[in-house]
């Protein structure tokens, strides 16, 4: 048995479970105080985050190299090395998601100026946001009057 067939239903499984994930609420705010804010967008700026794919490929070359050398010959350990970094890459990238977001520039209800980076492309210059913070932060869009200063204690 090759090293492709027995390595192929670890990568299908891997990639199913990646599938699954999904980003939401930080479990470690359950039963956590969190600051509700409100804040309006000055100012937007294209980023691009690092990736680690390089530096899991690597990992997962050395690591196939070496699974594949209890099993076969060089060529079964050449293949696992291949096999290896193109299952973390990939792997690695689905979990990333996209490496371009924004770079925020907020003033708060309290004219308080605040940056935050964020993999969203869908606010611009003048949006209101609510900023949810605990270990993270989330963002959602709300209407414009709970940017105003005096609706940081009229907000719902």
């Known amino acids: 048995m090759s090293l ?14 990646s599938a699954c994930s999904h980003h939401g609420v ?21 980023i691009t985050f690092d990736s680690k794919a390089d530096e899991a490929a690597a ?3 050395l690591e196939g190299a070496i699974d594949a050398a209890h099993y076969g ?3 079964d350990v050449v293949a696992g090395a291949i096999g290896g970094a193109l299952v973390s890459a990939l ?18 209800t309290d004219e308080q100026a605040l940056n935050l980076l964020v993999k969203r ?5 003048g ?24 609706s940081l204690h009229t907000a719902k």
């Open 73 to 75: 010959d060089g060529d």
């Open 91 to 108: 792997m690695t990238s689905l979990e990333e998601g996209g490496n371009k977001g924004l770079l925020l520039t907020l003033k708060d």
């Open 121 to 125: 492309k869908d606010i611009v210059a």
């Open 4 to 17: 492709w067939s027995r390595s192929m239903p670890t990568a299908i499984t891997l990639l199913a479970m």
């Open 26 to 46: 930080n479990p470690n705010d359950i039963n956590q105080l969190v600051e509700v804010s409100y804040a309006k967008v000055l100012a937007t700026k294209p």
């Open 127 to 150: 949006d209101c946001l609510r900023l949810i913070q605990g270990e993270s932060v989330s963002i959602d869009h709300v209407e414009p009057r709970y940017c105003e200063k005096a």
């Open 59 to 61: 990992m997962g070359a």
